[in-house]
């Protein structure tokens, strides 16, 4: 089969479509045939080795969706012809995947399966991020960073259904359209955002800052926040953030600051299930969308890497085998 591997780590131009073997079903495990696959940042940080991935070469890729097509022995929680969706095992940008077979999530028959691939891992990042990082709820204000990205266009939707006030940042005036659209009570650019944010809470700050961007905007994310406020730095798409004293959270108000991590947030297969079924469900029932804002075929995996790395696309990129 046709798969996307890295066997040194560098730019896009790493990324080679070749022939690998098929996947086979070990024990616990399920065969996937990929009909989507979701293309995270997390990818860009394992393909330069910013993060640490399998080791070299390496198929890459974190999400998908699917049906499956052979289980191994001993898997009982799903079947052959079963549409499921999937994310963490690297490996799915692929035309099938061996995935344990807890990590699958049934996607309802009603939902695409495209969908299903654009939604799972950054909505499930969204969910926690909103409802467990720092549990939003009506009063709290909060700023996103990259707010017409991925994770930002479902952040700053399930946010404001929990009733708090949004404060999105964004590069340019079409991703600052695609925010407000997705519920941003303001939308602001990233030159003096801390100065801006200030400014529209009459000088207090807001009690949380989602900032996936890291090195370029960290310092000024603290300077946001209200006394007690919280800094989520869930990503780092600018590079890695240096080290802190933390006298700087004392002098900024008893800050609190907080490297959350998917994993950490679905520790079994019940908290798997759980925000899966909220996302699935707010979906089909018309309060959540889902941007696709760029499908591209599985061979092209250089340029869906390359535009998502250059800040050239908005909401979720797929790569279709
Ligand atoms: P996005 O679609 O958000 O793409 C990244 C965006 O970051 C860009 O579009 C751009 O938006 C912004 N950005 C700012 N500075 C840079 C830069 N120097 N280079 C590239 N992009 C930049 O990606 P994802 O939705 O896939 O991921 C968003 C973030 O969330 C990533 O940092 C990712 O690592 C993190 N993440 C963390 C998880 C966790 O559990 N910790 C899980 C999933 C994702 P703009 O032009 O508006 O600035």
């Known amino acids: 089969m046709k798969a996307v591997r890295v066997h ?14 098929d996947p086979r079903p070990a024990a616990g495990t399920a065969v996937v045939e990929v009909k989507a696959s979701g293309v995270n940042f ?3 940080y394992h393909r330069t080795g910013q993060y640490p991935a399998a080791s070299l070469p390496y198929v890459v890729g974190t999400e998908a969706a699917g049906i499956v097509r052979e289980v191994g022995e001993g898997v009982s929680a799903v079947r052959p012809g079963d549409r499921v969706a999937c994310f963490a095992p690297v490996g799915t940008y692929a035309e099938a995947i061996a995935v344990p077979a807890d990590r699958l ?15 799972l891992l950054q909505g499930m990042t969204a969910h ?9 709820r009506a009063g709290v204000r909060c700023v996103v960073h990259a707010a017409a990205g991925g994770v930002g266009l479902l952040l700053c939707q399930i946010a404001r259904r929990q009733g708090a006030e949004v404060i999105a940042i964004t590069s340019t005036p079409e991703k600052a359209e695609l925010a407000r659209a997705a519920g941003a009570n303001q939308v602001i ?6 100065l801006q944010v200030r400014a529209l809470t009459a000088g207090r700050g807001v009690e949380v800052v989602y900032d996936s961007v890291g090195k370029t905007t ?12 919280m800094l989520a730095l869930y990503g780092q798409a600018s590079g890695a953030v240096p080290p802190l004293d933390p006298q700087v959270l004392a002098r900024g108000g008893s800050l609190y600051l907080t490297r959350p991590v998917l994993g950490h947030y679905v520790l079994d297969r019940a908290e798997l299930l759980a925000r899966a079924d909220d996302l699935f469900r707010w979906i089909l029932e018309g309060s959540l969308s889902v941007r696709i804002g760029l499908e591209l075929p599985l061979a092209e995996a250089r340029e869906a890497h390359r535009r998502l790395g250059g800040r050239d696309t908005t909401g979720k990129v797929l790569l279709i085998p």
Not at 218 to 229: D, H, I, K, Q, T
Request: aromatic share 10%; charged share 20%.
């Open 8 to 21: 040194e780590h560098g730019g896009p131009e790493v990324l080679r479509y070749e022939e690998v073997p």
């Open 42 to 44: 997390i990818d860009i």
């Open 105 to 119: 999530v049934p996607v309802p028959p009603q939902l695409d399966l495209r969908v299903a691939a654009a939604l």
């Open 128 to 136: 926690y991020l909103a409802l467990s990082t720092y549990p939003l």
């Open 189 to 194: 650019g990233y030159d003096g955002f801390d």
């Open 218 to 229: 960290f310092e000024a994310s603290l300077r946001c926040l209200a006394p007690r406020g």
